[in-house]
């Protein structure tokens, strides 16, 4: 199976034993700081994923890839070292998707931020994550659906804690969906109705399990209760590894 969104960085080893141990191989790791950012800390937290989350997961079995980017929450004032790195990891396969990348409060500079990083996954011919937010989730993807387009092709995001509440803004597009089984945001049930109602095609499952309350099993659970409720294994295998295998190249 392949968790296609977490935050390695804010879990622990037991952790990563636990998912391996429950069948998930692979992992997308994403780049977001709880805490104030600078420059300097931000590099910092991109470079700690990139090259010590990764061997850390390594030694219990996860194939961790990686996804960075400036989250909304950790906008800067000036980004540009930030962006030229982006580049660079971009160019060195270090990295397989801008993310996770969006917008939460509507702030003039996570407008630009967010822009920035969609042309620059344009110019890139990369893959981006968008996050929504759990507050004003309806508003802030209409803002998103606004301006993603003029930026960048549908098919290169994916726009990610989609729930009940606002799949029928995006299911009509040509985006890739995440489904975020997580407290607080989806549960397992809410997860597969979802996909009962919509298809397996255009989703991927995952816990983004990180500092905040997190079930670091919830794409096994989710992918098992499907296989107990006698889904045909062709769909369940799409949303527990294939769908994601495709769209990324893994
Ligand atoms: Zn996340």
């Not at 790791?29 to 991109?46: A, D, G, M, Q, W």
């Not at 969006?102 to 822009?115: P, V």
């Not at 803004?169 to 945001?185: A, S």
Request: glycine residues 4%.
């Amino acid at each position: 199976m392949i968790d296609t969104h977490i935050h390695a960085d804010s879990r622990s080893s037991e952790d990563f034993e636990d998912m391996y141990l429950a069948g998930i191989d692979t992992a997308i790791t994403c780049s977001f700081y709880p805490y104030k950012v600078s420059e300097e800390i931000l590099l910092n937290h991109l470079n700690r994923i990139l090259e010590f989350d990764t061997k850390r997961a390594s030694r219990y079995g996860i194939d961790l890839k990686v996804a960075l980017g400036i989250h909304p929450t950790n906008t800067i004032e000036n980004p540009e070292r930030i962006f030229n790195e982006l580049y660079s990891w971009i160019e060195n396969k270090q990295i397989i998707a801008i993310g996770e990348i969006g917008l939460e409060d509507l702030t003039d500079i996570e407008i630009e931020t967010f822009k920035k990083q969609l042309a620059i996954a344009d110019e890139t011919d990369s893959k981006v994550i968008i996050h929504t937010p759990r507050k004003n989730k309806l508003e802030v993807l209409k803002k998103i659906l606004d301006i993603t387009p003029q930026y960048l092709d549908e098919k290169q995001a994916v726009i990610d804690h989609i729930n009940s509440d606002v799949i029928g803004e995006v299911i009509d597009k040509d985006y890739m969906l995440g489904l975020t089984v997580q407290p607080q945001k989806l549960d397992v049930a809410g997860a597969i109705a979802i996909l009962d109602e919509f298809g397996f095609d255009r989703f991927f499952l995952d816990s983004d399990m990180s500092n905040n309350p997190s079930d670091h099993l919830s794409v096994p659970k989710t992918i098992r209760e499907l296989t107990r409720l006698g889904y045909k294994q062709s769909d369940i295998e799409k949303v527990s590894q294939d769908n994601a295998k495709k769209y990324y190249g893994l």
